[in-house]
């Protein structure tokens, strides 16, 4: 429940309401709405909703800017492991970058259907008409190349026009959702930088939205932001049944990762997005999850990071050259082995990907080039 403190604010001396005034948890905008349940304070009754979730009640985060961060979520109290975190529901979901020729409404296997409409995969004329679908079918129609599909083809890579037309299209299918998700990094210097990442989506998304679409409202800058928000915040989702797709997550994207992270997600079969604790967190303390599996060492995690996310993780896991005592990216030491001890190679600086490897034994002088490890 939420009450309005516009009328209070209103009476109040201009130089006091600019000193008391709060802001809100998520924008951080002027508050005019107070949660009755624990005083949160929100910028409209759109944001107070996503704080007091019918669910799970209160939910305990604001989004902070800090240093080096950026803006990240962050407690509001204290947080106990397994309690509910953050729930959030998907801005825009769809077919993944490089997928198998999929149904567009339900991402069910396609079966050689095509709407009539806009000639992409879709089950039959149900989900041609689907509340999905309809929101890319007319743009897609209006692009004057011919796109085809085939039965059984692994990829194809005019399924990643979808979700940037459902993305540019978020103003006026879902514009409180759309200004939530303009909120969000997308990286696109970094895009641009890489040549070989920028001519892929200017082939796959740039040209037909900009250049192919008769009197397009869309420009390269609008499209490259598309592109970014979602190359850097979409989540794996998968559809009970068939296979996977992506999905924007617009208040779920706020938070950071750390390979040693304080919070797990779920996605219901509704594409609810759950977030959970999984170990005690502070009040103040920034909420963290991972962004992809910590199974792999630092020698190939770091970089998928990097590639992926456009971040070097500094965590304490990529600080230590042991992993925290897990050796994941440790190599044994041949020299060690002949002369019977149990010597390990690790990075003299984990945060260095050209670091040398030396022996974790003190009697033991083996040093080698980082390019020898990452060959092996």
Request: proline residues 7%.
């Given at each position: ?28 905008s ?18 107070a ?74 089950c ?69 930088k ?67 992270c ?29 962004y992809m ?20 993780c ?44 030396r ?18």
């Open positions: 429940a939420v009450v309005s403190t516009q009328s209070t604010w209103g009476v109040l001396e201009p130089q006091l309401t600019a000193m008391v005034s709060p802001v809100c948890f998520l924008c951080r002027p508050s005019s709405v107070t949660c009755e349940a624990c005083g949160a304070a929100s910028c409209s009754p759109s944001h909703a996503i704080h007091r979730h019918a669910r799970a009640g209160c939910l305990p985060i604001k989004i902070e800017q800090r240093e080096g961060v950026g803006n990240c979520c962050v407690a509001t109290k204290d947080i106990s492991p397994g309690q509910t975190i953050l729930l959030d529901t998907p801005a825009v979901w769809g077919p993944n970058l490089k997928s198998a020729p999929k149904c567009l409404n339900c991402l069910a296997p396609w079966q050689g259907t095509l709407c009539s409409e806009c000639e992409f995969p879709v039959n004329d149900e989900c041609a008409q689907g509340t999905h679908h309809i929101q890319e079918c007319g743009v897609l129609a209006r692009i004057s190349h011919k796109y085809t599909f085939t039965p059984g083809e692994k990829s194809n890579s005019a399924l990643s026009l979808v979700n940037v037309v459902r993305f540019l299209r978020l103003p006026a299918t879902d514009p409180e959702k759309a200004a939530r998700a303009n909120m969000l990094m997308d990286h696109v210097e970094d895009i641009m890489n040549e070989e990442l920028y001519n892929m989506w200017k082939v796959a998304a740039i040209d037909p939205l900009v250049n192919k679409l008769p009197n397009s409202p869309y420009t390269e800058e609008d499209v490259l932001h598309a592109i970014g928000v979602l190359q850097t915040n979409t989540v794996a989702i998968g559809v009970p049944g068939y296979s996977q797709g992506h999905a924007l997550y617009p208040t779920f994207s706020f938070l950071s990762h750390s390979c040693v304080n919070a797990r997600f779920q996605i219901l079969p509704d594409h609810t997005m759950v977030l959970r604790a999984q170990v005690p967190i502070t009040a103040g303390e920034e909420i963290t999850i991972q599996t910590p199974m792999l060492g630092n020698v190939t995690r770091r970089r998928k990071i990097r590639k992926n996310w456009f971040f070097d500094t965590c304490s896991r990529c600080k230590d050259p042991t992993e925290l005592g897990t050796f994941a990216s440790g190599v044994v030491c041949r020299d060690c082995v002949k002369e019977g001890r149990e010597g390990v190679l690790l990075p003299v600086d984990s945060l260095d990907y050209d670091s040398p490897w022996c974790s034994q003190n009697s033991c002088s083996v040093i080698i080039e980082s390019s020898t490890i990452q060959a092996m």
